[in-house]
Nanobody
Framework: QVQLVESGGGSVQAGGSVRLSCTHS????????MAWFRQGPAKEREGVAA???????MYADSVKGRFSISKENAKNTLYLQMNGLKPEDTDMYYC???????????????????WGRGTQVAVSS
């Protein structure tokens, strides 16, 4: 299990940018997957961006070219840089992690064992 705490959410106008941070406890295994998900009321949790321990990144089609996932190991922090925000990006954003194994579907929620409590992003038109 990994402890995860998200921050950086807030309100922004369409076209603006926000950077989310996910501070995590020390990763005790060299192999891991970490990801950002989002979920709104009455919606399924959607994988937004994922990063694996071998350096691969992947994105939902809806955010490609606008969002970027990265990790700063010295600070035990995962980031999601969100540019060109749209009102449809309004959601609660969650950080997720799983240690010690390969992720076959890094944008699917069932791959992950640890979740943060989320941070809200609201984009106004």
């Amino acid at each position: 299990q990994v402890q995860l705490v998200e921050s950086g959410g807030g309100s922004v106008q369409a076209g603006g940018s926000v950077r989310l941070s996910c501070t995590h406890s020390r990763l005790t295994r060299s192999r891991f997957c970490m990801a950002w998900f989002r979920q709104g009321p009455a919606k399924e949790r959607e994988g937004v961006a994922a990063l694996t321990s071998d350096g691969k990144t992947m994105y939902a089609d809806s955010v490609k070219g606008r969002f970027s996932i990265s990790k700063e190991n010295a600070k035990n922090t995962l980031y999601l840089q969100m540019n060109g925000l749209k009102p449809e990006d309004t959601d609660m954003y969650y950080c997720a992690a799983v240690l010690g194994r390969h992720c076959f579907a890094p944008l699917r929620p069932y791959e992950y064992e640890s979740w943060g409590r989320g941070t809200q992003v609201a984009v106004s038109s």
